[in-house]
């Protein structure tokens, strides 16, 4: 058993929260990623926003209708107007840290309708630009 929890890391010597650093990427392909690119996550109770700092696999800037302070102002944390919101909030909080544009990252099955279409306009109109 000994054994086995030292395999595990369940010892107490060691520190149980260890700190994955991002990879390390080669500068050549470093300037070929775009820097920012925006990825969203939809499930069936909540919308979820999110912009990735390319470079150093950080992100940059999220919004969420989980955050308790948004779930008020929301009338539901899930439809087309949930996802213009947290659209409209990621732009504010993206133009206050100063990043003016970003590259959207759409998954395969993924279209541009529906949530998908409400938060990329939304980001758009706010002011911050598409790549």
């Given at each position: 058993?000994?054994?086995?929890?030292?395999?595990?890391?369940?010892?107490?010597?060691?520190?149980?929260?260890?700190?994955?650093?991002?990879?390390?990427?080669?500068?050549?392909?470093?300037?070929?990623?775009?820097?920012?690119?925006?990825k969203m996550h939809f499930t069936n109770k909540y919308v979820s926003a999110q912009v990735i700092h390319t470079p150093t696999a950080t992100v940059a800037s999220s919004a969420s209708s989980q955050e308790k302070a948004l779930r008020s102002s929301l009338g539901t944390t899930r439809?087309?107007?949930?996802?213009?919101?947290?659209?409209?909030?990621?732009?504010?909080?993206?133009?206050?840290?100063?990043?003016?544009?970003?590259?959207?990252?759409?998954?395969?099955?993924?279209?541009?309708h529906g949530k998908v279409k409400a938060v990329i306009d939304s980001l758009r109109d706010v002011g911050v630009k598409l790549l």
């Open positions: 058993m000994r054994k086995r929890s030292i395999l595990l890391g369940s010892d107490s010597s060691q520190p149980s929260d260890m700190v994955i650093p991002p990879p390390v990427r080669p500068p050549r392909i470093i300037d070929f990623l775009k820097p920012y690119v925006l439809d087309v107007a949930a996802a213009a919101k947290i659209g409209k909030i990621l732009a504010e909080r993206l133009l206050l840290k100063d990043i003016p544009a970003v590259s959207v990252h759409l998954k395969r099955e993924q279209k541009y």
